[in-house]
Nanobody, 117 residues
Framework: QVQLEESGGGVVQPGGSLRLSCATS????????MAWYRRAPGDQRELVAI???????NYADSVKGRFTISRDNAKNTVYLQMNNLKPEDTAVYYC???????????WGKGTLVTVSS
């Protein structure tokens, strides 16, 4: 069973930065598509950023220019660098791993990010 463990959430003031990490012991991390999703209170889960095995990335319009997704295949870890945070970024952030061919999705338990003055 693949396990994903997120870390790095917390409370930050508007304009501040946080870096989320998601680590796994899965041997197929390097070929898997990794993504960050978030769910704000009362809202549906939304896609924040994606990075595929080759390093190509894509972002939600709401975070373009502020968030950066990256991966370190040697450490089986994906990151989300979040800069210029806004109150509307407050949410539980979830790491997702999509395995090629099977299409199986795995999820972390989430890490809470609160942007507040």
């Amino acid at each position: 069973q693949v396990q994903l463990e997120e870390s790095g959430g917390g409370v930050v003031q508007p304009g501040g930065s946080l870096r989320l990490s998601c680590a796994t012991s899965s041997s197929i991390f390097s070929i898997s598509r990794m993504a960050w999703y978030r769910r704000a209170p009362g809202d549906q889960r939304e896609l924040v950023a994606i990075i595929n095995g080759g390093g190509s990335t894509n972002y939600a319009d709401s975070v373009k220019g502020r968030f950066t997704i990256s991966r370190d295949n040697a450490k089986n870890t994906v990151y989300l660098q979040m800069n210029n945070l806004k109150p509307e970024d407050t949410a539980v952030y979830y790491c997702n791993m999509n395995v090629p061919i099977s299409g199986t999705n795995y999820w972390g338990k989430g890490t809470l990010v609160t942007v507040s003055s």
